[in-house]
């Protein structure tokens, strides 16, 4: 089987996004007046992938392994340690908050708790409305009418302008806070758990929502879940990250009916299916049957050697303790990092 490898640098003429060689160490210091580096908490190491115009990239993975670093250095609340973020063809990497405040127009963040996010002391139409003040951005029709064009758009009433986020339930403080970031028409959006706080109920609702808006927008997300179910019915394109490194991408179809690495294939394992199966017709491992990891997710303060998921994979050898797997491309479009990847064909 032959195997390519992928091109870091290239830089994709429908990406909206382009990240490559992502990484954010957090060091580890001890002692109070003089303090030294005692360690460097690799929370996201050498991550690489695009965004096309257009369509949404999931990222998925336990909690802890670096989803949410990676979500805010994309819009810039964290400094990357090394690698390059392009933007719409613009190096924004290490860009300071004077030239970043102008991009802030079109790179927008939805956050994971609808509770914290939203001021408690300010209405709904002062938290919307908020973006055009701070851009000092003027409209045709007036701040308030503008506020109040955007709370129909997500769903909500023109007259809850006046009312504060305590009078709202959980799913209306999201729907608050997509307004908000709907505000300055941005072109990508980058979506943290945007569901995970919510009741099951409310939770299609507001994934239905994203999905209306992209189509009306044109918008391009980036969203951050572990619910992979979530993902599955909104993405065109999937990531697994396991303790900071990327461990497989792929286009949603082909990452869901074929996964490849063992942890991703663990991972779809978990969700609930009914009448579940042991083996396909042709041999493959069926991603129904229930697989169990034993060992609790290494620290990322210490991360094993090499393949960082030998040490809880079924499949390790010795080859995975001492190379660390490349991100190849065993397939058109579909990248996979792992020594002995699931449901290849075995070579002739």
């Known amino acids: 089987m032959q195997v390519t490898q992928p091109d870091p640098a290239r830089v994709s003429s429908t990406a909206l996004m382009s990240v490559s060689g992502l990484t954010k160490h957090f060091p580890v210091t001890r002692g109070v007046i003089f303090q030294r580096r005692v360690g460097l908490v690799r929370s996201v190491d050498d991550v690489s992938f695009d965004v096309a115009r257009g369509e949404t990239l999931g990222i998925v993975g336990e909690s802890g392994c670096g989803k949410t670093t990676t979500a805010r250095m994309l819009v810039r609340l964290i400094e990357p340690t090394a690698g390059q973020i392009m933007f719409d063809g613009r190096d924004i990497t290490h860009l300071r908050a004077g030239a970043m ?9 939805i956050f994971q708790d609808p509770y914290s996010s939203l001021n408690p002391r300010h209405t709904v139409g002062a938290i919307v409305g908020a973006p055009f003040r701070l851009q ?6 007036g701040t308030k009418q503008s506020v109040q064009e955007l709370l129909e758009l997500v769903g909500l009433s023109p007259e809850h302008y006046n009312r504060y986020p305590h009078e709202f339930s959980g799913g209306q403080r999201q729907r608050i806070g997509i307004a ?16 995970s706080a919510l009741d099951v109920s409310i939770q299609a609702q507001v994934i239905n929502l994203l999905a209306d808006l992209q189509a009306e927008l044109g918008l391009t997300y980036v969203i951050i879940a572990h619910d992979l179910s979530v993902i599955r019915h909104v993405c065109d394109e999937v990531a697994v990250m396991y303790l900071g490194n990327l461990v497989e991408r792929a286009r949603r179809a082909d990452l869901y009916e074929r996964p490849r690495h063992p942890y991703t294939v663990a991972l779809l394992s978990a969700v609930p299916r009914p009448e579940p199966l042991q083996r396909t017709q042709d041999g493959r491992r069926d991603r129904r049957e229930r697989i169990r990891l034993t060992g609790d997710v290494p620290s990322p303060l210490n991360p094993p050697s090499a393949c960082r998921f030998h040490t809880r994979c079924w499949k390790a050898q010795e080859v995975c303790r001492t190379v660390p797997p490349p991100l190849a491309e065993l397939a058109p479009g579909h990248y996979v990092a792992c020594h002995f990847p699931e449901n290849t064909p075995a070579p002739s």
Request: proline share 10%.
């Open 136 to 141: 000092k951005v003027k409209t045709e029709k």
């Open 180 to 195: 908000r970031t709907l505000a300055l028409r941005p072109k990508l959006i980058v979506a943290d758990e945007p569901v």
């Open 101 to 109: 405040r102008p991009l802030r127009r079109e790179v927008q963040m």
